[in-house]
């Protein structure tokens, strides 16, 4: 008797497991191997997994906590690697990858050369990588290998297989798939959360508005003051409107951040789920979401249509032409994509705040 395929999934965020279960819903996957990769100094998203995890009966799972040194880190990539090698040698596989900037993601289509891949969203940069790469036949992101510590990671993890690993094209499991011309795309149209949604009882509010909140201030992009700066112009901008505004927290969020905010006359949310999973079980949604260019601006389309209406503040916009020309502004690490991309689009709309 023929042996079925094993997939064995990846996840590091609940955007992963959302996509996960799309996939294995549309394909009726029933037999699969989940393996976390986490870090255990993210709490709260540590958190958002698990209740995730949990939501979508993903109970067997193995957790690869993520080492901070990298040597140690490929130590333990490469022992699951050589696991997997002895496990599942007879056993055909299929691996399902996450984010296309992940370099052990990509090793693995250098060990199992013979085995089936296919790469699932991460967020918006999925759509950045079709741009940036797959369009252009790259399948690799080869610019992040220019360094002398992108050549060692590519040396160690890539070995001789790199232009073998670059060439050859890789599958899509995507929400973006109906907006890039890419073969190997295959449309995510989140059908099965889309199903637990109640129509029939669904209030689009148009007094709320929610602010889809970002990690920059946590990743050092931004200072707090010039996000409370650009979040304070907003929460007016809608009061003026007879609106209220949230500012709703990221799982990457800090604590200090959001009390910061509530201190400073700023109203806040945080849930423990993503937007996508708390929007799909609640029944009274807010019909204006602002954001810096999100993932939702896509995928909350996919779940209730024109019925949310997107708006847009362009960061790199905003610090050219505001008063804040002596503030120092990460501007390179904010992808230009996401400005090209929100103004593209049909229903969102980009809001000037000066």
């Known amino acids: 008797m023929k042996n079925k395929v094993l997939n064995i999934f990846f996840a590091a965020s609940p955007l992963h497991l959302i996509c996960l279960n799309e996939l294995r819903h549309r394909e009726n996957i029933s037999r699969f191997k989940l393996i976390l990769l986490l870090h255990k100094d993210h709490k709260h998203g540590l958190n958002q997994m698990f209740i995730t995890l949990e939501k979508f009966k993903m109970q067997n799972y193995i957790i690869l906590w993520i080492p901070k040194i990298n040597l140690i880190r490929f130590?333990?990539?490469l022992s699951l690697i050589i696991k997997f090698k002895i496990q599942y040698f007879k056993q055909k596989k299929r691996f399902v990858l996450i984010d296309f900037r992940?370099?052990?993601m990509h090793s693995l289509r250098r060990f199992f050369k013979n085995d089936d891949f296919i790469l699932i969203d991460d967020?918006?940069?999925t759509f950045v990588a079709h741009k940036n790469y797959m369009s252009k036949n790259i399948f690799l992101p080869e610019l992040m290998y220019k360094s002398f510590n992108g050549h060692l990671a590519k040396t160690?993890?890539?070995?001789?297989?790199y232009n073998r690993l670059k060439n050859k094209p890789l599958k899509v499991f995507t929400i973006y798939a109906d907006e890039i011309n890419n073969k190997n795309a295959i449309m995510n149209d989140l059908a099965n959360l889309k199903k637990s949604i109640k129509k029939e009882e669904l209030i689009f509010s148009d007094n709320k508005v929610y602010f889809a909140g970002t990690k920059l201030v946590e990743r050092g992009v931004l200072t707090f003051e010039q996000?409370?700066?650009?979040i304070n112009k907003l929460n007016s901008y809608?009061?003026?409107r007879g609106k209220e505004m949230f500012y709703v927290g990221k799982r990457s969020s800090t604590k200090k951040k959001l009390e910061r905010f509530e201190e400073n006359g700023i109203k806040t949310l945080n849930f423990e789920q993503p937007l996508e999973i708390v929007f799909s079980e609640m029944l009274e949604i807010p019909s204006h979401i602002c954001t810096f260019g999100s993932t939702l601006q896509k995928s909350l389309k996919l779940l209730f249509g024109?019925?949310?209406?997107?708006y847009f503040i362009d960061l790199i916009e905003y610090f050219s032409f505001s008063n804040n020309r002596g503030i120092t502004f990460r501007g390179k690490e904010i992808d230009k994509n996401?400005?090209?991309?929100?103004?593209?689009?049909?229903?969102?709309?980009?809001?000037?705040l000066d």
């Open 306 to 310: 024109d019925k949310i209406q997107f």
């Open 238 to 240: 809608w009061i003026k």
């Open 123 to 125: 967020g918006f940069h």
């Open 338 to 352: 996401i400005s090209k991309y929100s103004i593209n689009s049909n229903n969102i709309e980009t809001l000037n």
């Open 102 to 104: 992940n370099i052990f």
């Open 227 to 230: 996000e409370f700066e650009i």
């Open 156 to 161: 160690l993890y890539y070995g001789r297989s």
């Open 75 to 77: 130590i333990f990539e």
